[in-house]
């Protein structure tokens, strides 16, 4: 055979060759792939009751904890242990997964997830061992009770031994960086979005968060710690001026600052040694400073500082500092104090809700009951009326009512039965969360330790985004016990990672006006409402608009922030029985890349109740209620 004609019978016979040898390794591959699968499926299928099995333990230490119950919860974690033991074992077998590329990723990040879940069942333990000579105070389960000891006794008992705590901090601190460090290396991407309706990427970016906040807490609350007993009067008796800040005439530290006392805390004992109407302060005070601009600007009639509207500032230390060196300095009043706590009527109420009706002797019973008046607590009411029903004559001391209640609500307190204690003690922690206590130190180490908790009403320092909205109502009137705000917010990245933002308040009055005739004598709680307003944002944010302002914007550099400024309520009040809206559209100075994480601290106004949220990231919305200091992952 010629070699033209063989050349050109082996050419059929290679491509037929190459063809058949193509489809055998393609048939071998999609065996192997399909036995893979099916040998993949069959380990996915045997993991299934797995599942079912660690839900139900989660669930049992989840009630456990929300319980209360200490015994339980020692009991629960034993069980949950158990289980993640014999999981463990179980993943074990599948060991040389852990060579194979991508495979090995997600076996590597099992067996972390495992390591975690054995270290946060061990900090639980210790957390357990740790409050449980506290669970009598705490009003917490599964302790032994501490038959016939008060309130107070209890009290003593805690501040006398929290230098116990410290040490343990330090063990369950050392154990979340145990789980920090497992659970960082965890990769949320990797991850599908969502399987059967779980949304898995976004669950493990939210657990990978909480240990970051939980790890955060536990190193915020050891300088407080170690502060509280001396804080508590242990060593020496501490004195405080508290300053009242009657939140329905609100003001940037939480309202218009109405009411003083002092108050002696030794050993945790807290007594009231005097309690005076604000005006009284400043007539010891006795000085007459030009207002600043924001009084003269918006403020009627007023033309000099006084201390009563010295919290011109958002930022509590600020505000505070110069009362406080007037106080000690100048005024020099019954004894030289230690530092400011800041209230407000929220915190009253909360706490009579506990306690129930209380009498005090000369001014009447106080309760939380809602009064139909103005669909709030009595307690709130009744201090209005006191304080600003207009009466024959003048008596400069009616609002020194808040002394007297004070001493009543802390006797109520002290005496109280074993099963009111947790609730007493869930109010106040509540209450600073919230922002309806605030605390200033003269004290540097003291103050120090207080910010580092977020006690202390301070405008934080944040990396990434931030904003905090501050109004101020500068008409008298009590408007603020029925006005609500609403925050619908739009953030919108570009593709050059340009991030423009805007938000619309939405100032909602929906009671029907009081009756603020002077020769009336009606108590003039909802009127007309003028407020001075403020949005604090990152330092070199550009304004883009701003609308529902009556004067120009300001902008200016403040507290290391770029502050937005408007006001309305000369032409336009917001009146009882209607709304209005203010917006503001800016730019943010700093430029968000591609699949950086985009963080946003939004900050609550003292006083302010809550806030109605709506955030727009992204195309995706999200609806809470901010009723304290709020960070925000994307």
């Known amino acids: 055979m010629p070699a033209e004609e063989i050349i050109k019978t082996e050419e059929p016979r290679k491509k037929r060759l190459w063809l058949w040898t193509s489809l055998g390794i393609f048939l071998f591959l999609v065996v192997i792939v399909g036995a893979g699968t099916a040998w993949g499926y069959s380990v996915y299928k045997s ?17 456990a904890i929300k319980e209360q119950n200490l015994e339980n919860i020692k009991q629960s974690t034993s069980n949950f242990r158990a289980e993640l033991n014999r999981i463990q074992a179980k993943i074990e077998k599948f060991s040389f997964l852990s060579s194979l590329p991508r495979v090995g990723d997600y076996y590597r990040d099992a067996q972390r997830l495992l390591k975690t879940g054995r270290t946060g069942l061990d900090m639980i333990d210790l957390v357990v061992e740790t409050i449980t000579p506290y669970g009598d105070l705490l009003g917490l389960g599964g302790v032994k009770s501490g038959e016939g000891k008060t309130a107070l006794d209890r009290i003593t008992f805690l501040v006398t031994t929290l230098d116990k705590i410290r040490p343990e901090l330090d063990k369950i601190d050392s154990q979340l960086d145990i789980i920090k460090t497992e659970i960082d290396q965890i990769d949320p991407r990797r991850y599908p979005i969502e399987i059967k309706g779980i949304k898995l990427r976004e669950s493990l970016s939210s657990v990978i968060s909480s240990v970051d906040q939980a790890s955060a807490l536990v190193n915020d609350a050891k300088p407080l710690i170690e502060e509280m007993p001396n804080l508590l009067g242990v060593n020496s008796p501490k004195y405080y001026l508290v300053i009242f800040q009657n939140d329905a005439e609100l003001r940037p530290t939480g309202g218009f600052m109405t009411a003083y006392g002092v108050l002696k805390v030794d050993k945790g004992k807290i007594t009231p040694v005097l309690s005076e109407d604000i005006y009284s302060l400043d007539s010891a005070w006795g000085k007459k400073l030009p207002a600043p601009d924001p009084i003269q600007n918006y403020h009627k009639n007023v033309f000099y500082l006084y201390l009563r509207d010295m919290n011109l500032s958002p930022d509590f230390a600020v505000s505070m500092k110069p009362i406080l060196d007037i106080y000690n300095n100048e005024i020099r009043g019954v004894k030289k104090v230690d530092g400011i706590v800041g209230v407000d009527t929220k915190i009253l109420a909360s706490l009579l809700k506990v306690l129930g009706s209380i009498g005090v002797p000369e001014w009447g019973n106080f309760s939380a009951e809602t009064d139909k008046r103005c669909d709030c607590p009595q307690v709130v009411y009744r201090l209005e009326e006191i304080a600003d029903k207009p009466i024959s004559g003048t008596n400069a001391s009616r609002k020194a009512v808040i002394g007297p209640l004070m001493h009543s609500i802390l006797a109520n307190a002290f005496n109280s039965p074993k099963d009111k204690i947790a609730q007493l003690f869930n109010v106040g922690l509540i209450a600073i969360k919230e922002k309806h206590v605030l605390f200033y130190f003269l004290d540097e180490k003291a103050q120090k330790a207080a910010e580092s908790f977020n006690l202390a009403g301070r405008v934080r320092e944040t990396e990434g985004d931030y904003q905090l909205l501050v109004d101020t109502n500068f008409a008298g009137a009590k408007s603020n016990l029925f006005i609500t705000q609403k925050i619908d917010e739009k953030i919108e990245i570009s593709a050059e990672g340009e991030v423009t933002k805007t938000i619309l308040v939405t100032y909602n009055n929906p009671f029907p006006p009081s009756d603020c005739g002077l020769l009336s004598g009606g108590l003039c709680l909802n009127g007309l409402y003028r407020n001075w307003f403020r949005l604090y944002v990152p330092n070199g944010s550009t304004l883009v608009e701003m609308t529902g302002s009556e004067v120009e914007p300001k902008v200016y550099e403040e507290l290391g922030k770029t502050v937005f400024e408007g006001f309305y309520g000369d032409k336009y009040p917001l009146r009882p029985q209607s709304m209005t809206k203010v917006s503001f559209k800016y730019k943010l100075p700093q ?14 106004q003292a006083g302010v109740e809550k806030y109605d949220f709506s955030l727009e990231f992204n195309g995706k919305i999200q609806e809470f209620e901010l009723r304290e200091d709020k960070e925000l992952r994307f």
């Open 591 to 604: 430029r968000v890349k591609l699949g950086e994480t985009y963080q946003l601290l939004i900050q609550k």
């Open 47 to 63: 993991f299934l009751p797995e599942k079912v099995i660690l839900e139900q333990s989660a669930n049992e230490l989840k009630t």
